[in-house]
């Protein structure tokens, strides 16, 4: 197979990314408004030698935040190019279907790095961590980046227009970020929680972050978190890939160009 089809997809998408400088400023807005405004806010009725320490807790937290939102909205241009009619010309290219799905989740996989690592510089400025933690967070970043891209392919592959795609994922990222361990320790959750954590895989991710950086508790071990990260990132890319290459999918990309 050439990769020529593969490196024209994903190079499309960074390129945007790179053109886009208004989406990069707001990618870095919403982790310092949740760092600075929610971090304060919530470090200001703590003692106050637990308010750095709350601070050094959310870092994790909000870089897989930055990862989640970036790689969630990155897998909606596999939606956008459906209902837009660029679709069609990625179908007809000599390449199998999957690829396509898997060229996307490259992309959002990439964007999402990119974001982590600009904030992961704005973390350094600040005094917040240092060159060696924020080299240590860049694979459990990747780890983590690969797990929310499927999930939004996953979201993508099964949504039939963009509107649709806007109301799964407002109804899920929220759930998935606030229900991970981001914000506040598992452990002082209630217990029923305790189980929605323990199935929402984007708390894995989150958990790997922290074990990346000193003095912050965690809830599992490296391997669990690893091993759910990789299992889940590898279910949901199969699914979103055998969903797309199904006929009964992409025939009303055709129909539509008929019409």
């Not at 970036?70 to 241009?77: C, D, E, R, Y």
């Not at 459990?140 to 980046?145: E, G, H, K, S």
Request: aromatic fraction near 10%; hydrophobic fraction near 60%.
């Amino acid at each position: 197979m050439s990769w020529r089809p593969v490196k024209a997809v994903v190079g499309r998408e960074l390129s945007k990314l790179f053109r886009q400088r208004a989406r990069l400023i707001s990618a870095m807005v919403r982790p310092m408004i949740w760092l600075l405004v929610i971090g304060s806010g919530v470090g200001s009725m703590l003692a106050e030698q637990q308010q750095d320490n709350y601070l050094t807790f959310l870092v994790p937290g909000i870089l897989a935040m930055t990862l989640l939102f970036a790689s969630l909205l990155s897998a909606l241009t596999l939606v956008y190019d459906k209902e837009f009619g660029v679709m069609r010309m990625m179908m007809i290219a000599p390449i199998a279907h999957y690829w396509i799905v898997l060229s996307k989740l490259i992309a959002a996989t990439l964007t999402a790095m990119v974001q982590a690592i600009l904030l992961l510089l704005i973390l350094l400025v600040m005094g917040l961590i240092s060159v060696k933690i924020a080299f240590m967070l860049l694979l459990p970043a990747l780890l983590t980046a690969i797990c929310c891209a499927a999930i939004g392919g996953l979201i993508a592959v099964y949504s039939k227009s963009i509107d649709n795609f806007a109301v799964i994922m407002n109804f899920f990222i929220f759930p998935v970020f606030f229900l991970s361990g981001a914000l506040y320790p598992v452990n002082q959750l209630p217990d029923y929680m305790h189980y929605i954590v323990a199935v929402n895989p984007f708390s894995y991710g989150v958990d790997l972050l922290k074990h990346a950086v000193p003095d912050v508790d965690t809830d599992f071990s490296v391997i669990t978190d690893v091993t759910v990260l990789l299992a889940f990132s590898i279910t949901a890319i199969v699914v979103a890939c055998w969903q797309f290459s199904r006929e009964s999918v992409h025939e009303p990309l055709f129909h539509r160009g008929t019409k």
